[in-house]
């Protein structure tokens, strides 16, 4: 099954010569990628749902909280884990 994961912007870069906002979203203590392409006005601290690497909405911080807690009983952060290449966290 593929969800929208919520998280949380630390930083922003952009990448690809200045064409694309990425940015580091942790995750729960995971941090990863996601393209902010869908969400160009999204900013540092701003709770984002991301999808396959995008991010695709902002989400409030108690949406966010509620959706993580949710995955986390039904045991879908551990495929988010198991399948995450980590980078450094924050």
Sequence with gaps: MCLAIPGKIKSIELQYGGLVRMAKVEFGGI???ASLDMVPHAKIGDYVLVHVGVAITIVDEEE???SFAYLREIGELDELVAGSQIDKPY
Excluded: I
Aim: glycine share 0%; net charge neutral; charged share 65%.
């Design 31 to 33: 941090v990863k990628e």
């Design 64 to 66: 966010a909280e509620k």
